[in-house]
Every structure is written in C-alpha cells, then in structure tokens.
C-alpha cells in the first residue's frame, strides 16, 4: 500500500518561498509508471493541479505557476518537494502531493492526507 | 485550458437513490475523464478512470460513461457513506483541470 505524507510549514510571510516535502513510503519516486506530483485546493473551494516529476526528471508545470514553481525529487529518501516563490494570500490553500499513474487519463490514484499553508505577514 | 463544468452543483437526495452527475469539457477530450469522491477535511479519492473503468476497491454501485464532451457518473443506491463532494477530471491536455464539485447531501 503506498503512503504519501506531507510536512512543511503551516504559516508563511507574503513575498517567501513555500517548501513542502512529500514523503513515499510502500513504493519507488525512481522506478517509471508514475508521476508525483502536487494538487492545492483554495478554501472552499475546487482542485487546482500545480505539477508533477517523473523519474528521470522530466517536470510539467501548470503554466498559471510555472514561473514561480519547482518541483524536485530526493530519491535517497523517497521523497519530493514543492518550492513555490513569491507567496500571497492567494496562495493560501491545502496543499496536496498524490501519485498519478503513467498511461491512459493518468489518475492521481494515492493521495497524501494533506497541508494547510496560510500565507499572512 | 479546458474548462471543466459539472452540473448540478449540489443536490439532495436519500439513500437508495439513483443518482447521477454530469461533467461537460470546452472541447473533446476523447475517453480522459477522471472522478473522484472528497469527504470534509479529507483527500480526494479515486473512484473512476479513463471514463468508465472503477479504481480498485471501489463499490460497482458507481458507474461512469460518456465520451467527447459530456460524460456522467452514476450512484445506483446512494449509501450513507456516499454523501461527499464529487469532482471530474480532465487530462486530454496539461494542465489537467478539474470541475468546481458537486456536493450530494443528506435529503
């Protein structure tokens, strides 16, 4: 069964970099058949996709963010992160990293339980 | 992008009830129709793939279909468990986009 967890910090100052790390425990961030990737949700509100890596490197990007998104994996821990620069309030949300399966619709099919990040000096 | 609108954005209903939810896309996108089921403070959770395949675990009381541009998904015999919020996906094109939810309540 595989287990996605999130940390980072919960508050973060206008104009910061947000850094949030998602841990993989029950399966590889470096073997093919998967991208790992982020997903926020606004309050109240629906689901945004931000991005996801694959194991050879490759990212993709949601173009509204890619010029203030990076998405990196740490294989020696099994983990990946998100660094998203020049935080506003309109980026406070629940912050989600999931696993989505390579291959036809792509489904994110494991999900970490999510992060609260409140942007506010 | 393409938009992703789903109807209706809320209903009530009871258990046992049919019900059904329908996603419509800004242009086709052939079969790449995701859904998934979101409880109060929780993940969302797969429940349909590629249209009409049912994720792994997932009770056969839900159904999806469709194709190009309007694609549904079934509940036949709405469980008390069921009351959630229900979102579709797109993944025809990056960046994958979602409807803004459906939340089926207690009636």
């Known amino acids: 069964q595989v287990h996605l967890q999130e940390s980072g910090p919960g508050l973060v100052t206008p104009s910061q970099t947000l850094s949030l790390t998602c841990a993989v425990s029950?399966?590889?961030?470096?073997?093919?058949?998967?991208?790992w990737g982020w997903i926020r949700q606004h309050p109240g509100k629906g689901l945004e996709w931000i991005g996801y890596i694959y194991y050879n490197g490759e990212s993709f990007y949601n173009p509204s963010l890619k010029s203030r998104v990076n998405i990196s994996p740490d294989t020696s821990k099994s983990q990946f992160s998100l660094r998203l620069s020049s935080m506003t309030a309109a980026d406070t949300a629940v912050y989600f990293c999931?696993?989505?399966?390579?291959?036809?619709?792509?489904?994110?099919?494991?999900w970490g339980q999510g992060t609260l990040v409140t942007v506010s000096p | 992008d393409i938009q992703v609108t789903q109807s209706p954005s809320s209903l009530s209903a009871s258990a046992g009830d049919r019900v059904t939810i329908t996603c419509r896309t800004s242009q086709s996108i052939s079969d790449f129709l995701n859904w998934y089921l979101q409880k109060p403070g929780k993940a969302p959770q797969l429940l349909i793939y590629?249209?009409?395949s049912l994720q792994d675990g997932v009770p056969s009381r839900f159904s999806g279909s469709g194709s190009g541009t309007h694609f549904t998904l079934t509940i036949s015999g709405l469980q008390p468990e069921d009351f959630a919020t229900y979102y579709c996906?797109?993944?025809?094109?990056?960046?994958?986009?979602f409807g803004q939810g459906t939340m089926v309540e207690i009636k």
């Open positions: 029950g399966g590889s961030i470096k073997t093919g058949g998967f991208y």
């Open positions: 590629a249209t009409s």
């Open positions: 999931a696993r989505a399966r390579v291959g036809h619709s792509s489904p994110f099919d494991y």
């Open positions: 996906q797109q993944t025809f094109t990056t960046p994958p986009t």
